[in-house]
């Protein structure tokens, strides 16, 4: 049976020139990079290329750029020995952050002294920015830990504007770049920030590899201990097949930036039109990257069953809802938004590898579980 993915903004499929990379690194590349002989310099080598096609494609220093195996590991890194080794006093953040963030807070605020602040956001998930810039005003060191782009209903932060207001007043910016790396512009030259992560497998890369950057003004110790890997900030026998599929992922991402763009544009616009045939039908968030398509439906005795339904009907998308025990209730995200709780929202999340037929068919079957409009 046909199955469609609309479901990039949790993975992505390897790429066939990733694919073909790691392949070769796993047939021919298996020298320990910390080896001294041909083998392990020739890993070695490979790695430092890959640091530094990384360390390009957002305008740092070679030196500035770490791999590690996920985002979730960077992040817990940074926020934890921010507070240790930059003597932060407070983090703001915002209530829209991924788990990854939100509950290494939770636990930071449970083990140390330190303050946690969370802003305000109104019901398309804005963060109140003025908000942010006038807490700043205080005197204490401060952390500020925001998305670029919102895993669930594709808000883009403006990066700039938090950029500047960290910079007036000598806070660290650390930002969770994952949703947005190989998609939206990302320059640390023109958007400068203490750190931020990335993951592979969001951008066409295999799972279990991600980088961090880490500005040589604000250096933190590894959350790990061991071997001198990394320059010392991540202990462990390099990945060096993830890394490989890492770079070449990131490589293609930014040769053909544009082209996906263009792609994802027309299949959001295409769905977002076709969507209006449905009745009562709301669009979370505001200024959405165009990979992310949040999409609220009204409550109705099928809806109920939405994602299960679109999946035996060969849709994978991913619901907007978590599970605890047995009940099911809005992500957090949603629940900070005013989400109705009665309606049913579906992420749906493309990729240039989305055509517009196959849009096509998830309205079709969409039709099938929602009201229609009847005037159409
Ligand atoms: N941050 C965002 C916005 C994400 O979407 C994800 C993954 O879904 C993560 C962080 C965590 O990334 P990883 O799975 O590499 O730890």
Known sequence: MRHIYLDHASTTPLIEPVISEMTTVMREHFGNASSIHHHGRQAKMMIENARKTIANAIGASIGEIFFCSSATEAHNMILTNAIKDLNVKRIISSPLEHHCIIHTLEHLSKTTEVEIVYLSVDNKGNVDLDQLDSLLRSEAKTLVSLMYVNNEIGNVLQINRVSQICKEHGALFHCDSVQGIGKLSLDVNI???AFLAGSAHKFNGPKGIGFFYMNSNNI???LLY??????NMRAGTENIIG???MSVALEVALE????????VSLINQHMRSRLTELDDIIINGTDQIDNILSVS???????DMLMFNLDISGISASSGSACSSGIEHDSHVLQHIGHPPERKTI??????LNTIEEIDFVIDKLKNFTPVKENI
């Open 226 to 231: 061991g071997g001198a890997q990394e320059r």
């Open 243 to 245: 890394i490989m599929g």
């Open 220 to 222: 933190i110790s590894p």
């Open 347 to 352: 992420r749906f999340s493309f990729s240039h």
């Open 256 to 263: 053909e930036r544009e082209m996906r763009a263009k792609q």
């Open 297 to 303: 439906f009204p409550a109705t005795q099928k809806v």
């Open 191 to 193: 958007t400068p920030m």
